[in-house]
């Protein structure tokens, strides 16, 4: 017999314990081991409540099928709420990230077209592969000037470059010139802009900002003056975009068969409304930085430590550039272990600690009633690192996807179904190409023997720098 909701292990009795124990346990930051330490003590399904935090947490991908087989129509995920806080406040749109119901399809339906179907990847490459190759360029110059034969590192800040550089190119259809030697100040206050708003999410996720807000609260001053900066920066490029547009300056591009960048193409379309159009591109356009550079930081410190996988992904990519021929798109066809390295970098590394629905009818899960309008938190983290569900978890193999183990439910790093992540073709086409260029040209060697752990700071990150050798093969 099914058992009933008030009987689900957890510590949700008491939410205020809750919240003074995080707090004296340093618990913001460490929120993916108390998991993995919850999971361990209740078993794979518990409730629990931070605040006004309420959730149910699941761990098994038979449950988490379960999970998105119930949440209907209009997916609807946690709402952070310092983040429509922000909006509210500043009289801003929200974009996709934060839009709900029909308002979120409609938008969201005319993005995917322009930011997720399959034939746009084809528009990405040659502009990704552009800022691939200037990166190349770009370490070569450092390790000659370095007057050694390899460049020692800690490539976090090179890495956010990257990573912006190649959004704003796919966006904006034009170079921001980041990977040059002087980088503009700009560019760098946006970037810590983004590192500062995260930062400043994880304390308010537990406390209602209006509440902070209304205190006056340090906490969140930053966090406005973060999203200032990147909203800004963000109106800036929309600006020159639009400006280009109206002069047909764009125009003489398109009809040069040149791909004008997914800003134009909205504009052009006219689907959806200005204000709709520049809250979701400042949200892709920062939603791109942290996520891809955390991730390959991540897979190049995991090639640093098992050498034998990383000559065995450059003869694949080396392999693959030989058959391939020059066709870019074949190439990316051509790298299956490559692909898999990144799926195993998100499974023991991934960005988002869990994925969450508000579920829209009652469900079953471990034999426990779920009633419809609860919030199901399925734990990435721990998931990946479970030996139930993956065996020798701590075990960097990407060779397992590839495999007879079973992958049903179990590779969700940019989440799942209609509301998943709208930039992982733009993600995953940025990395690829980024790691075929380093392997092509560099060994990754590490500089010391330890181990990095994450930390959270809204999403995970490395908790100490990670400095690498890179050299010339
Ligand atoms: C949503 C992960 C890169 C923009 C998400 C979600 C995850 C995720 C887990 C929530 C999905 C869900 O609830 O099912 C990642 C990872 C990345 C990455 C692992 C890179 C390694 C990016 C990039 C962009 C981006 C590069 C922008 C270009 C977004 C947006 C959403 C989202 C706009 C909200 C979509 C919606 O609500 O409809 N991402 N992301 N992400 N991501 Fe990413
Ligand atoms: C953080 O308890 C922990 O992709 C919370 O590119 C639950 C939660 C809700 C939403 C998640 C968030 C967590 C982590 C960061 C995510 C976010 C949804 C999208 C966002 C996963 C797990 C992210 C990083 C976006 C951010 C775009 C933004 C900068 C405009």
């Known amino acids: 017999s099914v058992r009933p909701f008030k009987e689900l292990p957890g510590t949700w009795k008491n939410g205020v314990v809750t919240v003074y124990n995080f707090w004296k346990l340093d618990g913001f930051k460490n929120i993916h081991n108390i998991m993995i330490h919850n999971f361990n003590t209740f078993g794979p399904i518990y409730r629990e409540k931070i605040g006004s935090y309420d959730s149910v947490n699941i761990i098994n991908p038979e449950d988490a099928a379960i999970l998105f087989k119930a949440e209907g129509h209009y997916p609807k995920r946690f709402r952070v709420e310092p983040w429509t806080s922000y909006r509210d406040y500043r009289h801003r749109e929200y974009g ?5 119901g029909e308002d979120w399809r ?11 179907a399959p034939k746009v990847q084809g528009n990405f490459v040659p502009l990704l592969d552009e800022v691939g190759q200037d990166f190349v360029a770009r370490i070569y110059k450092k390790i000659e000037r370095s007057g050694q034969s390899k460049w020692t590192i800690d490539l976090q800040q090179e890495l956010f470059k990257y990573a912006l550089e190649s959004v704003g190119s796919v966006l904006y259809g034009e170079r921001f010139g980041l990977l040059q030697d002087h980088i503009d100040p700009e560019a760098k206050r946006f970037i810590d802009s983004i590192t500062l708003m995260f930062k400043t999410t994880t ?7 209006g509440l902070l807000r209304r205190l006056g609260s340090r906490v969140w001053r930053e966090h406005v003056e ?4 990147i909203f800004n920066q963000a109106d800036r490029c929309i600006q020159n975009i639009y400006r280009e547009l109206r002069t047909s300056k764009k125009e003489d591009t398109v009809d040069q068969g040149k791909y ?21 591109i400042t949200e892709l356009m920062a939603g791109g930085v942290d996520t891809t550079s955390t991730t390959l930081l991540w897979t190049l410190y ?9 000559e065995e992904l450059r003869a694949e990519v080396l392999s693959a550039r030989h058959s391939s021929q020059g066709d870019l798109l074949l190439m990316l066809k051509s790298v299956p272990l490559l692909k898999a390295a990144i799926k195993e970098t998100l499974r023991l590394h991934p960005v988002a600690v869990n994925l969450q629905r508000y579920i829209t009818e009652d469900i079953v899960m471990q034999n426990y009633l779920i009633p419809a309008g609860t919030l199901v938190q399925l734990g990435l983290y721990a998931m990946g690192r ?3 569900i993956f065996p020798h978890p701590e075990v960097y193999r990407p060779s397992r996807w590839l495999r007879t183990e079973s992958q049903y ?3 969700l790093g940019f989440g799942f179904g209609p509301r998943q992540c709208l930039g992982r073709r733009i993600a995953e086409t940025e990395m690829q190409l980024f790691l075929i260029h380093m392997l092509e040209n560099f060994r990754i060697e590490k500089q010391s023997k330890v181990k990095v752990q994450s930390t959270f700071e809204l999403i995970l990150v490395p908790e100490r720098p990670i400095v690498l050798n890179i050299r010339p093969l």
Do not use: C
């Open 203 to 209: 304390p308010m996720l537990y406390i209602p900002p």
């Open 96 to 100: 996709v990230l934060l839009k709900d």
């Open 386 to 388: 479970s030996h139930r």
């Open 226 to 229: 973060a999203w200032d900066t």
């Open 260 to 280: 004008p960048g997914v800003l134009a193409n909205l504009l052009m379309m006219d689907k959806l409304s200005i204000e709709d159009i520049k809250a979701s």
């Open 302 to 310: 995991e090639l640093s430590r098992n050498t034998d996988l990383q």
């Open 106 to 116: 409609s938008n969201r339906v005319v993005l995917n077209k322009e930011v997720i």
């Open 409 to 411: 439910f179990r590779s």
